[in-house]
């Protein structure tokens, strides 16, 4: 762990919204403070996300950086079996996707974590 930085589940900092363009699945990520942009930049990478999402067939990714809106857009090729109108998985549209992704360990600074956020639980 790095000085500073406490790990949390991706879910923690950021949402996510997932969609389908043939057999082409979409992530959007977007942190909840958009001063946590660029430590998810540095630590949500294109190889990441691959290793991710490869069991599921996977052959691509790429990632879309928003800097203005703070907020990131996946494209993974090859990961719905074929689409909607074609596959046989119950997620054709890949929805539940997103969730997979917001799985993953990052490390935020100990002051922007899940705890900084308004109404959450203090210890």
Known sequence: ???????????????????????RLNISLIPYDATLYPVLAEQVTEERVFSLFRHRGATRVVRYDLPTIAAFNFVIDDMLEGGVNSSLNLDGHGKSNSFRLLSLIVEVPANLGPASRPGAPRP
Not at 2 to 16: F, I, M
């Open 1 to 23: 762990m790095s000085a500073g930085r406490v790990p949390v589940r991706l879910h923690e900092v950021a949402h996510a919204r997932a969609g389908d363009k043939g057999n």
